[in-house]
């Protein structure tokens, strides 16, 4: 039975949907509102907009747990994930990719022709190695010092991509990136990657609940709130942070390399350091340690970077640069507002 | 071979403990000095604790009581001198160290507020794998401070200032420490409470047979409860005895109005 209460009913249980609404309980509005929006822009664009969409989403939503992770539970704010984001991509795409570049007429690299599946451990592998080598520096520093080597990181992973062009073949990017292969089924339809997307999402997302809700998240939740006084009850927090670090790019990956799939082509553009402060910029909207959070700062980013292209008075070239301008006025409001992000449960 | 160590660390104190006097230090630090860059926190201490004692650490500000624990948990960067626990110098690393038995309650208490009672408390063992034992364990804390068993799955930030330092006690005793050694364990409490914290360090010390090194501001309140008492200032120790010695002497009243020459000048 509801009542105007906004407290607990006599019973002890939460009251209901409508007096939490009426109490201004933001966690609440937030999921209502993006839940609508989600709805009405299917309503509005249709069913295929709407497979699109959500591939998006969920190839943002495994950034954004992955990172969460590092930034949230851990607190390491690091805005180093494009890297593995783009090692993961990179991976599937020069391990699948069967391209006959004489025919294109410019530099070649080797072709391997892997299956998806095949390639893509591989990928994940490969981030989880750098990560490891990365972090044993890494884990030197603290606080503004990470951030700025998390920086120096992702300029150096795009440069690579950039210039290594012996197997990224730089700016020309690669092409015909491999569909995943189920069987003899080719997963080349919308809804078959979208569908695949979503299991790896919830693969993914699964697996960041089993870390945060176990012993070892529980540690992770120490050293974000006192590194020193984990350190002092016998936690070696060095280990902890580097092994999150590295299953985190390990997850990040996996975006990279559905990423690359997807579209079929990547150049280096798809991971300059821009994306990583978007990626970050959704972790702070989603709210810091908590992976529904995540996910439903992935979706209003989504939302509001597709909407935008529906905007009647904008310009398609103005496009890209609004969305940033958005979501930086957002992440202003919020840091003024409510700095924990629309679920958080902690401040930056 | 470790007495013979002992004997020639300290002769003096072998010869008492053959003529049936002072008992050995458990945990002791020799001639131990830490620098901060020019700063000097501690030079030249020798404090220790023998089994069974509640020892306190006292002094004005900036004396370099907290550096004493903090120079045995490794937090300090030791230049001369070594810590010793049980006659074997403590080298290891910091998280390392709640294995030899030794557990430290940091000043400010230092809990992890997004964690429940229970969940702090489990953070305190951290390799102890027997759920069974760890489950003693707790029950015991429980068993010693009650209020925590009420509140066992509320947030430790939800719990009053008292309340948070029963369970900074709690967290560290879940180790099943030897020795226990609080930085300022009444620091911002109410007077009401800072009484039941001491009274709760006895209670340890005398149901569980923990050794305590406590360094402490409260001095009225912390003499009642010690066996023996270290006075530092200026990195120096200045003073070593029993409370009552402290009492007797105007000790105190030189070091925190600035008169008082170390011992080793005398």
Known sequence: ?348 | MAEEHEAQRHPEQAEATNGAAAEPYMLEMESVSVHYGAVVALEHASLGIRRGEVVAVMGPNGAGKSTVLKAIMGLAPVSEGHVYWRDAPLTTATHEIVKHGISFVPQGRRLFTHLTIEENLEMGCPYLRDKVERRRRMDTVMDLFPVLADKRKDLASQMSGGQQQMLALGRGLMANPEVLLLDEPTLGLAPNIVASVFFNVSLISEQLGTMIMVVEHNIKGVLDIVDRAYILDNGRVVFEGTPDDVRETNILTEVFLGKVQPMDEE
Request: aromatic share 12%.
């Open chain 1, 1 to 348: 039975m509801a009542t105007n209460t906004p407290e607990t009913t006599e019973e002890g249980r939460r009251p209901g949907l409508i007096p939490r609404l009426a109490n201004g309980n933001v966690e609440l509005w937030a999921n209502l509102i993006v839940l609508v929006w989600v709805i009405a822009f299917v309503l509005w664009q249709g069913v295929g907009f709407a497979i699109t969409i959500g591939t998006v989403f969920a190839i943002w939503a495994i950034l954004a747990v992955s990172l969460n992770l590092v930034i949230g539970f851990t607190g390491l704010l690091s805005v180093a994930h494009i890297g593995f984001f783009g090692i993961g991509a990179y991976s599937v795409a020069i391990l699948t990719s069967k391209t006959d570049y004489s025919l294109l007429r410019t530099e070649g690299i080797p072709t391997y022709e892997l299956p998806f599946f095949a390639a893509l451990p591989v990928g994940i592998a490969l981030a989880g190695l750098t990560a490891l080598v990365v972090g044993v520096v890494f884990n030197r520093f603290r606080d503004d010092v990470f951030v700025l080597v998390s920086f120096g990181f992702a300029i150096i992973s795009f440069n690579l991509f950039l210039n290594a062009r012996a197997i990224t073949r730089g700016a020309f990017g690669i092409h015909d990136v491999a569909r995943p292969v189920i069987g003899t089924r080719v997963l080349d339809g919308e809804l078959e990657f979208l569908v695949m997307a979503l299991v790896c999402l919830a693969l993914v997302s699964a697996l960041a609940w089993f870390i945060v809700t176990s012993s070892f998240g529980r540690v992770l939740t120490a050293i974000r709130e006192d590194e020193q006084a984990a350190s002092v009850f016998g936690y070696q927090v060095t280990h902890y942070k580097l092994a999150i670090w590295v299953i985190s790019a390990m997850m990040a990956a996996v975006a990279g390399g559905l990423f690359s799939s997807w579209t079929s082509f990547i150049d280096p553009n798809s991971f300059i350091l821009l994306e990583s402060i978007l990626l970050v910029s959704i972790v702070i909207l989603g709210g810091l340690a908590t992976i529904w959070g995540s996910l439903l700062g992935a979706m209003t980013f989504v939302l509001l970077e597709e909407g935008m292209r529906f905007i009647p008075f904008l310009p398609d070239v103005y496009v890209g640069q609004a969305r940033q301008v958005v979501l930086g006025v957002m992440l202003v409001l919020l840091m003024l507002f409510r700095p924990q992000g629309l679920l958080g449960r902690y401040r930056l």
